[in-house]
T-cell receptor
Framework: TQLLEQSPQFLSIQEGENLTVYCNSSSVFSSLQWYRQEPGEGPVLLVTVVTGGEVKKLKRLTFQFGDARKDSSLHITAAQPGDTGLYLCAGRSNTGKLIFGQGTTLQVKP | DAGVTQSPTHLIKTRGQQVTLRCSPKSGHDTVSWYQQALGQGPQFIFQYYEEEERQRGNFPDRFSGHQFPNYSSELNVNALLLGDSALYLC???????????FGPGTRLTVL
């Protein structure tokens, strides 16, 4: 069974601080995705990483895929209150379905 | 271009009842997946429909069933509701040839 473990589960920080969220698995995934979900809405795709060692940047967000394609990280620089939400990593299984981590709830205080 | 829509938004049922949730995929999409998301947790895959057939199924009991219609819309049915079925039910759609998933806002089901 392919599983994804996210850490930390909860994060409460002040505006302007940096943070990193981790997503780890014992299984290899062909690709990993990061989603952000706000209350009352469905997850929205932020990025897909495919190649081991790949780094992608989306404004203040930096995503990295591990060399062995078993782990990924999301780093946010100078967090803002608008970054508040549930961050989810998801791996594409060998049958094509998405397997989600348990999520990281981020609260950024002004 | 309408995204994925789901109805109803909220639903309250009692134990033992049956419920039907509905999903209309994003325009042009032919594949629909359903997920269950407990509060503060990640979504769990229930099943996926393509060409009106269930193609994949997650670790959910037979009380959970679904259907896809010729217009690609889909229904999720849950029989004999349990308290533990209380969750946000998400529908996601994609194009089978280009599998990027778009999620709907979900249906919040409360079982009392």
């Amino acid at each position: 069974t392919q599983l994804l473990e996210q850490s930390p589960q909860f994060l409460s920080i002040q505006e302007g601080e940096n943070l990193t969220v981790y997503c780890n698995s014992s299984s290899v995934f062909s690709s990993l995705q990061w989603y952000r979900q706000e209350p009352g809405e469905g997850p929205v795709l932020l990025v897909t990483v495919v190649t081991g060692g790949e780094v992608k940047k989306l404004k203040r967000l930096t995503f990295q895929f591990g060399d062995a394609r078993k782990d990924s990280s999301l780093h946010i620089t100078a967090a803002q209150p608008g970054d508040t939400g549930l961050y989810l990593c998801a791996g594409r299984s060998n049958t094509g379905k998405l397997i989600f981590g348990q999520g990281t709830t981020l609260q950024v205080k002004p | 271009d309408a995204g994925v829509t789901q109805s109803p938004t909220h639903l309250i049922k009692t134990r033992g009842q049956q419920v039907t949730l509905r999903c209309s995929p994003k325009s042009g999409h032919d594949t629909v997946s359903w997920y269950q998301q407990a509060l503060g947790q990640g979504p769990q895959f229930i099943f996926q429909y393509y060409e009106e057939e269930e193609r994949q199924r997650g670790n959910f009991p037979d009380r959970f069933s679904g259907h896809q219609f010729p217009n690609y819309s889909s229904e999720l049915n849950v029989n004999a509701l349990l308290l533990g079925d209380s969750a946000l039910y998400l529908c996601a759609s994609s194009l089978a040839s280009a599998p990027r998933w778009y999620f709907g806002p979900g249906t919040r089901l409360t079982v009392l």
